[in-house]
């Protein structure tokens, strides 16, 4: 029964923008005449907590969350936390995890500290990752909001999305000082999906 | 047209399509975006934040009767502020139409419990409607301000942070010819609830409830999807979308129209199916209700359990417990046990000023909602309690009153929790003559909903400009003769002033001025950064809690790790700096641009 339907979780930290990545892949969803529902929780999580989106796309959606290990793609925007979502992804599914480093204070105050490197983790347990430098690479187009739309863009190849469906959604939801610069981060992400260019 | 709307707009596009003339709230989570979309959207509805709920209820009752259909949200521990106007309402009925939205938190996302108001909506017997996802949302609107002029009744709207906060595809109409606006009639048997009146009343709503008993057999949001199977689920609000997902193609009985239930309709499909599951989230409100009309074969609870949200995970590992479905945990990764990465006060944020000096004095503190509880979280943990909407003050003074003068008790409470609740636990502290020290942690915003006007903050939701309320003069002229205003992001005032008001005999207030660093402004100021050489590990600055220091992977001689400043992070707030015996935290040397 899931073969109709494509299960997005977009996971990150409190105050990264997670909530408009999913906005952006809500909408090319809706664009290509997709039912589409998403689910995220607001309130406590914005102070710094973990935040999660979850995006469900196809002829019909009945849950607007995506059932229990179901996640076709996990977008990450934070190294840890991609690691504690993949509980969520498909055995076949992919995980796209950007390398930012969020170690919040009680992690290192006693207790269950942050892992020591999450990404390798996640590699060590066979998960089909792609990581990328996200951060880094908006800080150098200028903004970081930016991790946003790169890692959208290399997710993009597996959606099946057409790219001008994209840049159209791009255009109607990005604040119109913010489109070109998004339409090139875009591009940036989309070369970065390319399996040759992955590290 | 149709948009991807969340539960909370769906609910201000469906007011808006109702012709309802007036909305007024208190915010809490997740009911504050239904309010917030109408002033953005729909700005032809008289809309307001009230001090609490139970002025926003009371306004929506006089709204009601000058004749203007109204809105009244909240979130469910808002309903128990509420009840007291609600309880009687349901007696008077209503002039124009009236519908009331309890938004429930069950999992307690944002919330202190998560209690069920569909028993609320049967205490107070009024109808109540629950949606399961935005389409329905926004119809059920239409319907309940339909129901409630047709019955005379108060209308309750139930949604769920899952409804609330989830996005689906709404069909957009025009709005419905708004009905005429009826002028009030001074009926005083009908609107002044003396016993004499109010007896009679009681009848009449108890005539009221056997009319909606026959409505709700017959309303569309009440119906039975076939299949043809022998097994048959009740359900409603969101679990529903959660028995479509793990069983497609099994007899559903869909809820829409909780109060009174359908007991007819549930009578027939009971008796055409061989099994009957209930899956609801929280407490078993249908199955006692259809359980105590007779209908004992049917199950639910045992299987669902009573804690916490459904998922789709829950609701098929319950059906495969109950013997209809075979589910087992899929296949997957695991990824081991994980550190918590909780909620916590912003960098910057002016109560963690506050915080450190309780804890540093060692005092008990009595908390209260927003986002000061989190002085409750680790490092600081100097916050002690947290019941509801003000609590702080009157728990306070108790616990004084027990332990005795001296025993070091202070309540905490923010700005908008304060006018909430807050001014009566004041008068208490003055009129029995309590020793407790009353902190008001005024950072001039509704915080933790995200930002909210309130009454001091010189600003309406309709975005005008208004009085602020002086906390100063308002606690003088409440009596209490020792009123502080305080920088808390000063240690050594902050500490000097909370240790000589604990001193001091009879109750006092101490106000904090500082703003909140996110709203409506984000303050950035020079980052500040840790002279690494000058750092010698001791740790004082981690025990704050700021997110913007972390542990250095340059180590001291003895082995501790030093501290560094992200200085995209840190706000300049210099409370590090101002703890750090070694001087090693200073101001950045070349001022970064930082932020965006």
């Known amino acids: 029964m899931y073969e109709n339907m494509t299960n997005i979780l977009i996971v990150g930290v409190g105050g990264q923008g997670v909530l408009l990545a999913s906005e952006l892949l809500s909408e090319v969803a809706i664009m290509t005449g997709n039912d589409v529902k998403k689910s995220e929780v607001h309130g406590m999580s914005q102070r710094g907590g973990v935040v999660s989106s979850h995006v469900r796309y196809g002829s019909q959606v009945f849950s607007p969350i995506i059932p229990y290990r179901k996640a076709d793609i996990i977008l990450s925007f934070e190294q840890s936390e991609g690691l504690r979502a993949l509980d969520w992804l498909l055995p076949e599914g992919k995980i796209i995890v950007s390398r930012t480093r969020l170690v919040p204070p009680s992690a290192h105050l006693g207790g269950l500290g942050y892992p020591d490197d999450p990404i390798a983790e996640i590699k060590a347990k066979n998960a089909d990752m792609i990581a990328v430098d996200a951060d880094k690479m908006a800080l150098e187009l200028g903004n970081p909001r930016l991790v946003n739309t790169i890692l959208l863009a290399v997710a993009s190849p597996f959606l099946k999305f057409e790219k001008a469906v994209w840049q159209e959604a791009i255009r109607k939801l990005v604040k119109p000082k913010f489109v070109e610069i998004n339409l090139k981060a875009f591009d940036l992400g989309c070369d970065l999906a390319q399996p040759k260019s992955v590290a | 047209m149709k948009k991807l709307l969340s539960g909370n707009e769906a609910v201000a596009r469906g007011v808006f399509e109702a012709g309802v003339k ?416 009353i902190i008001i942690a005024d950072n001039r915003v509704t915080a933790m909903t995200g930002g909210q006007e309130h009454p001091a903050t010189g600003r309406t939701l309709m975005g005008e400009k208004t009085k602020e309320v002086d906390f100063v003069k308002l606690c003088e002229a409440l009596g209490v003769e020792s009123v502080r205003v305080i920088d808390p992001l000063n240690y050594d005032e902050t500490m000097t002033v909370v240790k000589e008001e604990i001193e001091r005999p009879g109750p006092s207030v101490v106000i904090t001025d500082k703003p909140c660093v996110l709203m409506p402004k984000r303050i950035m100021e020079t980052p500040y950064e840790v002279i690494l050489d000058e750092c010698n590990g001791c740790s004082a600055c981690f025990r704050i809690g700021c997110p913007a220091i972390y542990p250095s992977k340059e180590m001291t001689d003895r082995g501790r790790p030093k501290a560094e400043i992200d200085a995209t992070l840190c706000t300049g707030c210099t409370l590090c700096a101002q703890i750090c015996l070694p001087e090693a935290i200073v101001l950045t040397q070349i001022p970064e641009k930082v932020g965006s």
């Open chain 2, 22 to 437: 007036l909305a007024s709230a208190y915010p809490g989570t997740p009911s504050t975006e239904i309010l917030e979309t109408i002033a953005r959207d729909y700005r032809s509805i008289y809309c307001e934040w009230s001090p609490n709920e139970k002025v926003a209820f009371e306004v929506g009752i006089g709204g009601s009767l000058g004749g203007g259909r109204s809105l009244v949200t909240m979130k469910h521990v808002g309903l128990n502020v509420a009840a007291d106007p609600l309880m009687t309402f349901s007696y008077t009925g209503v002039n124009a139409g009236f519908v009331f939205i309890s938004a429930d938190d069950p999992d307690m996302h944002s919330s202190q419990n998560e209690q069920d108001n569909r028993i609320f909506a049967k205490f107070a017997q009024v109808p109540f409607l629950e949606p399961s996802d935005s389409q329905e949302s926004k119809e059920m609107m239409l319907e309940a301000y339909e129901i409630s002029e047709r019955f005379d009744t108060p209308v309750m709207v139930r949604m769920t942070t899952r409804i609330s906060h989830s996005k689906g595809m709404v069909d957009f109409d025009d709005p419905i010819d708004a009905p005429k606006q009826k002028q009030f009639d001074r009926d005083v048997t009908k609107y002044v609830m003396v016993p004499a009146h109010a007896r009679a009343r009681h009848v009449v709503m108890l005539e009221r409830e056997e009319r909606l008993k026959k409505y709700v057999e017959t309303s569309q949001f009440n119906r039975v999807e076939e299949f043809g199977t022998e097994l048959g689920i009740i359900t409603g609000g969101i679990s529903y979308q959660y028995v479509k997902e793990v069983m497609p193609e099994v007899d559903v009985l869909k809820i829409g129209i909780g109060f009174p239930m359908p007991l007819e309709m549930i009578g027939k499909f009971v008796k055409a199916h061989k099994r009957v599951i209930i899956v609801e989230e929280l407490e078993p409100y249908y199955e006692d209700i259809i359980k105590s009309a007779g209908m004992t074969d049917v199950e639910g609870k045992i299987y669902t359990g009573r804690t916490g949200e459904l998922s789709p995970h829950r609701v098929a590992q319950s059906m495969n417990k109950a013997g209809v479905l075979d589910y087992s945990t899929p296949n997957g990764f695991e990824p081991g046990e994980m550190f918590a990465r909780p909620p916590m006060l912003c960098p910057g944020c002016p109560h963690r000023g506050l915080f450190t000096v309780l804890k540093k004095l060692k005092l008990t503190v009595t908390g209260d909602i927003g986002c000061y509880t989190l002085g409750a979280t680790k490092p600081l943990e100097a916050l002690h309690s947290c019941f509801c909407m003000g609590a702080s003050i009157g728990n306070a003074i108790g616990m004084e009153k027990v332990n005795g003068t001296g025993s070091g008790v202070v309540a905490v409470l923010g700005d908008s929790t304060f006018l909430h609740s807050g001014i009566t636990g004041v008068l208490d502290a003055v009129y029995n003559k309590s020793n407790t020290v």
